[in-house]
T-cell receptor, first 115, second 112 residues
Framework: GAGVSQSPSNKVTEKGKDVELRCDPI?????LYWYRQSLGQGLEFLIY????????KSGLPSDRFSAERTGGSVSTLTIQRTQQEDSAVYLC?????????????FGAGSRLTVL | QKEVEQNSGPLSVPEGAIASLNCTYS??????FFWYRQYSGKSPELIMF????GDKEDGRFTAQLNKASQYVSLLIRDSQPSDSATYLC????????????FGGGTRLMVKP
């Protein structure tokens, strides 16, 4: 696609429920990133996929968080047993290799509210 | 702990003035540095990147990198009210592959 697409744009859930957030990166971009941004805060790194390499999961805050990337394209971030502190905007970004590496293009984000 | 530090602001400048935004980082081996702009309620968008010591200019924006002192700055000349946003500094740390670490951002307000 022309840009990074994320869905849903807004999700309200009850504490304890599981949620899935989806990211469709720019076609041909091999790197995909998930960041989290709480209100008025900076971006917190969660997980990074690069091609077929093992993902860098060092930013996942707990074992309730997991992510996968199928076929080197679409990624799903799953949060199990959601807590109120999980409320944030979850941003996905993608980048290409070579001279475009590190130049991230962000999606519009998925705003998660846990009641 | 690899950190990227920014003053949260707000930094208030009058229209037409130069806005100076600063960022320090903890890993001396870092190689790549980025400035992103984020309007309220929107996603970050890339303004510019810099890899070498010195200045890099792009229109009204100048990025300045000093690896010895471990800081990177963004200057915005002839500031406009439309420049009012949060500016995020990001660093690729040595041996971090392509993973960017972001600072907390500086909120800039340009007053007419």
């Amino acid at each position: 696609g022309a840009g990074v697409s994320q869905s849903p744009s807004n999700k309200v859930t009850e504490k304890g429920k599981d949620v899935e957030l989806r990211c469709d990166p720019i076609s041909g971009h091999t790197a995909l990133y998930w960041y989290r941004q709480s209100l008025g805060q900076g971006l917190e790194f969660l997980i990074y996929f690069q091609g077929n390499s093992a993902p860098d999961k060092s930013g996942l805050p707990s074992d309730r968080f997991s992510a996968e990337r199928t076929g080197g394209s679409v990624s799903t971030l799953t949060i199990q047993r959601t807590q109120q502190e999980d409320s944030a905007v979850y941003l996905c970004a993608s980048s290409s290799l070579g001279s475009g590496a590190n130049v991230l293009t962000f999606g519009a984000g998925s705003r998660l509210t846990v009641l | 702990q690899k950190e990227v530090e920014q003053n949260s602001g707000p930094l208030s400048v009058p229209e037409g003035a130069i806005a100076s935004l600063n960022c320090t980082y903890s890993d001396r081996g870092s190689q790549s540095f980025f400035w992103y702009r984020q309007y309220s309620g929107k996603s970050p968008e890339l303004i510019m990147f810099i890899y070498s010591n010195g200045d890099k200019e792009d229109g009204r924006f100048t990025a300045q990198l000093n690896k010895a002192s471990q800081y990177v700055s963004l200057l915005i000349r002839d500031s406009q009210p439309s420049d009012s946003a949060t500016y995020l500094c990001a660093v690729v740390y040595n041996n971090a592959g392509n993973m960017l670490t972001f600072g907390g951002g500086t909120r800039l307000m340009v007053k007419p």
